[in-house]
């Protein structure tokens, strides 16, 4: 199975890893020191349980590389736009385009279903580049739990000794994500092909507000805040935005509070509100807010919180250029 990875960050490397040390046979569209790096010397993953190589093929021109069986997309949000037209060059006529990315996806309202159903995303996907290029039909949604930085060009660590990956369409199947997860599977890398993975999704926003929203105020690791009493009470007034969404997640708030206050790994939002780079704001906080108002949920907290981190980024410069209008009219219901 021929399986284009595009990005070489963290998430990236580890996924072409992964997909290489199962058989597939991978591609990278990567760029600057990491295209430099993986060309010489292929992709290095390296997790509590074991090191390994891949020698992959990689370039920043993914004409050459051809039509895919799959594609997986691990670029950060702010960067859709721009690649869509070299994603165009990886689709053959029925190419599933997995989005291993966080927060609240292009394709959300894709196969929603009710009132909100096909509605589109302009912050997340401003000039509906993705929704033209790759459209929801091909799309699957991918939710990956893992810490993992790239610690040298082509070289990521993961601190994760178990990693969990959930993949599946918007319209609720699952062949097309079994047959990647297939490839992916390993005793230390659970994959799960679901047949909700907009309840995947929440479970792990839930979770980035929290570690994103306090880390970006701290520009330090959950285990810098969550002991703090009011943080770990604002933890536990997450949930109801993805149960009026309609989908409940089960968030266990005193769980995650007790794991988060032994990670030491800051979020890759942190990384890039510290580094100046573009953030992931309105999947991770923006739009999930904007959610929150339309359906009448309170989170008073939150939009404090959010307010604040936008104030930040703004001023770091790290704040998504195409800040277009609202995701959809306020008090829309379910």
């Given amino acids: 199975m021929k399986v284009c990875i595009y990005g070489a960050g963290a998430v990236g490397c580890t996924l072409a890893g992964r997909l290489h040390r199962g058989g597939a046979e991978v591609s990278v569209v990567?760029?600057?020191?990491?295209?430099?790096?993986?060309?010489?010397?292929?992709?290095?993953?390296?997790t509590p349980s074991r090191r390994w190589q891949s020698p992959v093929r990689v370039s920043?021109?993914?004409?050459?590389?051809?039509?895919?069986?799959?594609?997986?997309?691990?670029?950060?949000?702010?960067?859709?736009?721009a690649i869509a037209p070299g994603l165009a060059q990886l689709l053959g006529r029925d190419t599933p385009v997995a989005f291993v990315m966080n927060g609240i996806p292009w394709w959300y309202f894709a196969h929603?279903?009710?009132?909100?159903?096909?509605?589109r995303l302009p912050k997340i996907d401003p000039g509906d580049a993705m929704w033209t290029t790759v459209g929801p039909d091909r799309a699957l949604g991918g939710v990956i739990l893992a810490s993992c930085d790239l610690v040298a060009p082509g070289e990521v660590h993961v601190e994760t000794p178990k990693s969990t990956l959930y993949l599946g369409e918007p319209a609720g199947g699952t062949a097309r994500a079994e047959a990647l997860a297939a490839l992916l599977r390993d005793d230390d890398f659970t994959v799960n092909a679901t047949a909700d993975i907009r309840q995947a999704i929440w479970a792990k926003l839930q979770m980035n507000l929290c570690s994103g929203?306090?880390?970006?105020?701290?520009?330090?690791?959950p285990s810098a805040t969550f002991h703090i009493p009011a943080v770990a009470d604002a933890v536990r007034k997450v949930a109801p935005a993805s149960a009026a969404m309609g989908h409940p997640t089960q968030f266990d708030a005193e769980a995650n509070i007790a794991r988060a206050t032994k990670q030491r790994?800051?979020?890759?939002i942190v990384q890039d509100l510290?580094?100046?780079?573009?953030?992931?704001?309105?999947?991770?906080f923006g739009t999930p807010q904007e959610f929150g108002q339309a359906?009448?949920?309170?989170?008073?907290?939150?939009d404090l919180l959010i307010a604040l981190v936008e104030a930040r980024a703004r001023a770091a410069g790290a704040f998504p250029l195409n800040d277009a209008a609202g995701a959809y009219p306020e008090g829309t219901p379910a």
């Fill in 30 to 46: 990567a760029r600057g020191a990491n295209l430099a790096a993986i060309r010489a010397k292929g992709i290095t993953v390296e």
């Fill in 60 to 81: 920043d021109e993914p004409g050459t590389l051809g039509p895919q069986d799959a594609v997986i997309v691990a670029v950060k949000a702010p960067a859709l736009g």
């Fill in 112 to 119: 929603h279903g009710g009132p909100m159903d096909g509605r």
């Fill in 213 to 221: 929203l306090f880390g970006c105020l701290s520009n330090g690791a």
């Fill in 265 to 268: 790994h800051r979020s890759s």
């Fill in 274 to 284: 510290d580094a100046g780079r573009p953030m992931e704001f309105h999947p991770t």
């Fill in 295 to 302: 359906m009448g949920v309170p989170t008073p907290t939150m």
